[in-house]
């Protein structure tokens, strides 16, 4: 069977491709399928196992897949987490996993991040989302390609069904091993697998293939709407890394007025209420909020937005619907809780990139000078910093009692905590803003405050840039 993954991928010597590796035929075939097509297009292939702890045999098959690689000069990336009895296993583990990826891809930065997900996988997360009630988005199944870090995630067969994997590695010689655990019903997707689609097939053999034909119209249709949706929500929305998604008011208390400002006066009721659930989920689905709110759940936030000028409504997944202080906002954040306090030291000489872990933020610091970057000097998340101003003692932190800064104009100091009354920064989040100091000034506060030495920069001075983004 002819796979051209590489093809697919336009893969040479210059890329990198990291397998994720259970030992399963389907990842296993992917391994091999990547090995022969090595030969002409000489890639580099690197492999990742995470060992869920969870079977007696699985240290053996480690060791076994760890061999393999070796014997096949593969990099091989291990880790042994101990997920025990937990309740929610499926997903516990899957968030280990694509953690650990993370954790791999900081320190190798493979191009690709492959998986092994195929047709049959596609048709089983199909019918679980249905069963969920998660709206479109959910029936477009298993993306092929996405971002993932600074890589993208390929899953290269999900048009080839799981017998066809299993084939290939009977076929062709390739020893995987049968996990015990996908015999076990209580997990969702096993029951799909073992129970549900045996008993459809009776009646409908191609049901699998008809589910994932019918994701692709879905798919085509959303792209559809996505367009439209994107552009209205650069007005109408705001990711704001330290807070959340904050939505316009009157996306809730005058939705007439933002569609005739917009041109979209046009549509009747039904659609109003479509295209506002979908800026929802939309939103929600950029911070990769959305799995597992159903469309009650959308439903849900919209009344509360649109019944409330103040107040909290919990939600799946440690989200937060909150109104206060005229602000829309959903948050996974504890937004009474201070940043901590992270040190910079000396970052003058090298570029570099911070993982402000627990806060979930990143600080990607470049040096050039003002002509080497084509931006502005400031937006929301990234400023442009004088090389001859900066210390060593810099850090990133919450504000404190008694700061002050220097506004623009001004003669003298002002406390911080009058600028950001003056500025209308909602008090429940005024402790999140993350700070840019030293030992004496409070040099930046994205979107907010740009201490005035660092304003007038000449094109051909030395400058660091700074951006701060967030990541889940």
């Not at 999900?158 to 995987?176: A, G, H, T, W």
């Not at 948050?331 to 003058?348: A, C, H, W």
């Not at 909602?426 to 409070?442: E, Q, T, V």
Request: net charge neutral.
């Amino acid at each position: 069977m002819p796979f051209e993954i590489s093809k697919k991928y336009n893969l040479n010597e210059e890329d990198s491709i990291l397998v994720a590796l259970s030992g399963g035929s389907d990842s296993m075939a992917l391994l091999n399928v990547l090995l022969e097509e090595q030969k002409k297009d000489h890639f580099e292939i690197g492999a990742i196992h995470l060992n869920h702890g969870i079977r007696d045999e699985a240290d053996a098959e480690e060791e076994f897949l760890k061999d393999y690689c070796k014997d096949r000069d593969i990099s091989f990336y291990s880790k042994k987490v101990n997920l025990g009895k937990e309740s929610n296993l499926e997903e516990k583990a899957r968030k280990e996993r694509y953690a650990f990826f993370q954790e791999i891809l900081k320190e190798h930065p493979y191009k690709y991040l492959a998986t092994a997900h195929h047709l049959n996988d596609n048709a089983e997360t199909i019918l679980m989302n249905l069963s969920r009630g998660s709206g479109q988005k959910g029936l477009e199944g298993i993306s092929e390609l996405t971002e993932f870090e600074d890589s993208n995630l390929i899953r290269p067969f999900l048009s080839i069904s799981k017998l066809e994997l299993r084939e290939y590695c009977q076929n062709n010689d390739i020893p995987y091993f049968e996990d015990k655990t996908n015999k076990d019903n209580q997990f969702t997707r096993n029951f799909i697998r073992n129970e549900v689609f045996p008993a459809i097939e009776e009646k409908y053999p191609n049901v699998q293939n008809k589910l994932v034909q019918f994701s692709n119209i879905i798919k085509r249709e959303n792209h559809f709407v996505n367009n439209i949706v994107r552009y209205l929500e650069t007005s109408w929305v705001k990711n704001d890394q330290n807070l959340g998604i904050e939505y316009n008011p009157e996306l809730f208390k005058d939705f007439d007025k933002l569609l005739s400002e917009g041109h979209f006066n046009f549509l009747d009721e039904q659609s109003k209420e479509f295209l506002l659930t979908e800026i929802i989920r939309d939103s929600l689905a950029s911070n990769d909020w959305l799995k597992d709110l159903s469309e009650a759940n959308i439903n849900l936030i919209i009344e509360f937005f649109r019944n409330n000028t103040s107040g909290r409504l919990e939600l799946p997944n440690n989200l937060k619907a909150i109104v206060a202080s005229g602000s829309y906002i959903i948050t996974n954040k504890n937004l009474s809780e201070k940043l901590e306090t992270y040190p910079l030291g000396n970052i003058k000489k090298k570029d570099k990139v911070f993982y402000l872990n627990k806060d979930k933020l990143k600080l990607t610091i470049r040096h050039g000078k003002k002509n080497d970057f084509d931006l502005p000097n400031r937006s929301e998340n990234r400023i442009l910093l004088k090389l001859s101003e900066l210390t060593n003692s810099l850090c990133i932190r919450s504000r404190k009692y008694g700061d002050r800064i220097k506004p623009f104009g001004l003669k003298s100091q002002k406390k911080l905590n009058r600028f950001m009354i003056d500025k209308k920064i909602p008090h429940f989040i005024r402790d999140r803003l993350p700070l840019l100091a030293d030992k004496s000034n409070i040099i930046w506060i994205p979107t907010y405050y740009l201490h005035p030495k660092h304003m007038d920069i000449n094109p051909d001075e030395k400058v660091v840039e700074l951006t701060l983004e967030s990541f889940n």
